[in-house]
């Protein structure tokens, strides 16, 4: 039987915390390696991740994408804060049975991901952090995602070779045909906007609670994103401990959709945990 | 007869612009790689740089290493600006026959790669910019490197993992031992010190020159830079029309010799080009 892959690995089901969680899980382990689970940006159900970094992952590792609660054909509501989010996260991993994963998050994916990684320091081994802020990060609380029919203008930049690339995302986003997870109700947005905005609210030393997160991490983004200015991705790698930063060249918000095999080989590399961690 | 290595390859000379350029050529070509030029830091020799870098690349392509006019084992003045070092750098280059190179700059070195990479758009084909910065960069103009008994201060952090990878690095760094450059004489630093503080020198607009670096380039350097701060780095990426940034985690000015199987990975990647550029 051949291995599953982005587009056709069957949605499953798993419950925890009250929740019929939505996730498919695909891929082949080898080596050490452990899962690695996808945290989804506002508005994003499973079909928004980019069959060729799923699938890229796959060739060496499990890949787990999931609809946190309330999203999509997951059950439950969208709680308001990251927080909660996060704990909603943990219980899912939890239900699967795995004692350990990778955990890599996109937007504000990436802000459940940080906190993921600091409410389970025994779970999540090392974090992958794209297009994401720190607590109060610059223009963040503000500013929020745009919906489905603007990825190519918040996911790319407005160069020619960007836009090109944003194309070819958008193809691929729509390979899987079959099973397709339903597009978000009108209650998935103001919730997630709702903890979005209390996550980027002022406040004092925003950034110490950065130094609890001690899992080797990785920061992603492109250099012109407009949507968590990447700034942001620079302040998250001076504080947290052991953070090393990649910023793509003409890039914007997804800038992982626009160099896929580059930034597979980049987080393999990073997961490998060879040269440091 | 075995491939020459960092120990090994014997220094040679060339002449170019009244100069008699000190150099050594090794590593084997493959595929279609050009030569990679190294551009070192102030008051370093050729045998300043780690063999576990230049050996890790000359795996896969050819090495260039030289000293500049006036260091070491090369005759003539040091320039007191980094424009003429870097056209002394271009006459090398070109005295050697060499129609396309890519080019390695770290610190001062950094700098004279960005004047080369600007006034030879033809002969420079991809440019690496390490723990270095912009005109009129942050801190910059005022600090200096310090001397050779210092490069654990200044390369590394003080944490333990970093502190044993320097004296890693300065083991390495003293594995060659016939036929080594000579220290450089006590006419460099001052002549050096005086063209990186015309450099640093505050000025309007002082990034505007970036936008003429048409080379896809690659900027490198350690999260905790206190030599060249980090923040620099990150500026190049912003305004270098085509830059990616890589930052290290708990690494110094010296990141690159920290982690330099990683190093060689990353830079090895962005020269191959495969995903843009």
Redesign the interface.
């Known amino acids: 039987m051949p291995a599953h892959t982005h587009r056709t690995a069957p949605t499953r089901y798993v419950e925890a915390n009250g929740v019929r969680f939505a996730y498919r899980r695909f891929g082949q382990k080898s080596g050490d390696t452990v899962p690695l689970v996808f945290n989804m940006h506002l508005n994003g159900t499973m079909d928004h991740w980019d069959p060729a970094v799923t699938d890229g992952f796959a060739q060496n590792r499990e890949v787990v994408l999931f609809d946190n609660a309330g999203i999509s054909s997951t059950s439950g509501d969208v709680p308001t804060s990251v927080e909660e989010m996060a704990a909603n996260a943990a219980a899912f991993i939890k239900a699967l049975g795995l004692a350990e994963v990778d955990v890599l998050g996109f937007s504000l994916g990436g802000l459940v991901a940080q906190e993921l990684a600091i409410a389970e320091p025994g779970l999540v081994r090392r974090l992958v952090l794209v297009g994401t802020g720190p607590r109060s990060g610059e223009g963040m609380g503000a500013r929020y995602e745009k919906p489905d029919d603007l990825w190519l203008a918040v996911f790319f930049t407005l160069s020619e070779?960007s836009q090109a690339a944003g194309r070819d995302y958008l193809k691929r986003f729509r390979l899987r045909t079959e099973d397709r997870d339903p597009e978000v109700s009108a209650k998935v947005a103001p919730a997630q906007i709702e903890a979005l905005s209390k996550w980027g609210a002022p406040r004092d030393n925003p950034y110490a609670y950065l130094k609890d997160i001690h899992q080797?991490?990785l920061v992603v983004n492109g250099?012109s994103d407009v949507i968590v200015y990447?700034?942001n991705s620079?302040i998250l790698?001076?504080h947290i401990?052991?953070?090393?930063?990649?910023?793509?060249?003409?890039a914007n918000h997804g800038s992982q959709y626009q160099?896929p095999?580059?930034f597979v080989?980049?987080v393999s590399?990073f997961l490998a945990g060879?040269?440091?961690g």
Chains 1, 2 share one sequence.
Do not use: E, N, S
């Open positions: 070779r080797p991490t250099g990447t700034v620079f790698q001076q401990p052991h953070a090393q930063l990649i910023l793509y060249p003409d160099y095999p580059l080989r980049h590399t060879r040269d440091f």
